[in-house]
């Protein structure tokens, strides 16, 4: 492929599933640009999140299974998840921008789904633009999954937000991270495994990750139907 090709390859995903969300959210739409600025904020946190993980990297002097381990969970899922959340909490958590409990799901979505971007762009265009596929690929399973985190890392920074329980906002506060770094981490270690015993294993979490986020995210987008119909 030529690098036009496999640009156009790796940034599609990350657009489309960002525009279905956007579609998606009838009732009352996030305004577009504070999306852009989202977005875009989760492209650029892509830069600081490589240099974390090599540095982070250098730490890991186990071998076997605990290298792995903390590779997956320590290295990868911890430093994307905590920049991913970083990224939404200090640009839009606090405006009257997020106004709903839905409004996590998508800001959180939209980070991720900018920072899957780039990290794609790295991956297909510049690191293994040898690999035939590899686009394809991770435009099925990596982005999405970025996605996936991002709608249980919101529902929980929703819940945040808006309980006045001090105690349960701070629980919410942390489950937003680290439920989310808990699934990217097992996600990535199933790969690294690299065992075909572990393919049904594989198939099984992802089809629980998608019938989990998309029941949490169905749980809020009702609340936010049930809120458009009451001012009406």
């Avoid at 579609?23 to 009352?28: G, K, N, P, V």
């Avoid at 709608?151 to 919410?172: A, C, P, W």
Wanted: aromatic fraction near 18%; hydrophobic fraction near 50%.
């Amino acid at each position: 492929m030529e690098v036009l090709e496999l640009l156009v390859v790796a940034i599609t995903p990350g657009i489309a599933l960002s525009l279905a969300l956007y579609l998606a959210d009838h009732y009352d739409k996030e305004p577009f640009k504070y999306l852009v600025i989202v977005f875009i904020l989760g492209c650029f946190s892509t830069f600081p999140s490589v240099f974390f993980e090599q540095l982070i990297a250098r730490l890991n002097v186990f071998q076997g299974w605990l290298g792995m381990m903390f590779a997956a969970f320590i290295v990868v899922a911890l430093v994307e998840e905590y920049i991913k959340r970083a990224v939404v909490y200090y640009s839009v958590y606090h405006s009257g921008a997020f106004n709903e409990k839905l409004d996590g799901m998508i800001y959180c979505s939209f980070a991720s789904l900018g920072f899957a971007t780039i990290e794609n762009i790295i991956y297909v265009v510049f690191r293994y633009p040898y690999i035939p596929g590899l686009g394809w690929y991770r435009a099925f399973l990596s982005v999405p999954t970025h996605m996936l985190y991002a709608i249980t890392m919101g529902y929980y920074m929703s819940l945040s937000k808006f309980t006045d329980d001090e105690k349960k906002k701070r629980q919410y506060k942390r489950k937003s991270l680290w439920i989310p770094v808990i699934l990217h981490g097992v996600f990535d270690l199933i790969l690294m495994v690299n065992n075909p015993k572990s393919t049904l294993v594989f198939a099984v979490f992802l089809a629980y990750l998608w019938i989990m986020n998309i029941r949490k995210l169905m749980v809020f987008y009702k609340d936010s139907m049930m809120k458009q119909k009451g001012i009406e």
